[in-house]
């Protein structure tokens, strides 16, 4: 896997889950908001009832559908976001998605094989080492589904992005300094940590938590986008 040929491997082997989401795809439902929207209660009714039961299943759809009557606006256009009541909603929900995307955690991805070489690590350890980080990345933000309920997003945001800026002066200083070795791994790992299991995952559930129902889909797409 560090031959000549590794980098194809490492590339041919990303097809294997990206199918298997594509195949289960097929399986996974459609939003039972959007069938309510459109009319189609009956299926949507099914879908929420596999979940909680038959009651719940009535019990749902009966809320979504007041919900959705109790809304002026059910077709939303982009320009009904420029009112002058949502613009500020609106522009907390960019900054939101910018702040994530810019809190320079993509040099750490992106760089990878750069960062661990200055930090004094062969081609082999890089390897191994960008792995590690793979797998902290993930358990970190199952740490993060358990948590964003008991500390709450704004906290979780706070250590997110306190625990970034700290880490990243160590980061800085160490490299700054020339300085190798495992404690420098160590701080790149935290990092990771620290993203995953704050900004990276809280950012949409406060994106998806922050705009009204009638324009959230329309708000979420442009808070995506940038």
Known sequence: WNGLSGWRWMFGAETVPAFLFFLLMFFVPESP????????????EKILSRIGGAEYGKAAVADIQQTLASKEIIHVRFKDLLEPKLMKIIGLGIFLAVLQQWCG??????????????????VSDMLFNIVITGIVNL??????IRTVDRIGRKGLMLIGAGGLTCLYALLGTGYYFHSTGIHMLLLI?????????????????????????????AAMSVAVLS
């Open 139 to 144: 358990v970190a933000t199952f740490i993060a």
């Open 33 to 44: 908001r959007w069938l309510v929207k459109y009319g189609r209660n009956e299926q949507a």
């Open 189 to 217: 790992v935290i990092s990771i940590a620290c993203y995953a299991m704050t900004l990276a995952p809280v950012t949409w559930v406060l994106i998806s938590e922050l705009f009204p129902n009638r324009i959230r889909g």
């Open 105 to 122: 955690i993509n040099v750490i991805f992106n760089y990878a094989q750069e960062v661990f070489q200055e930090a004094g690590y062969g």
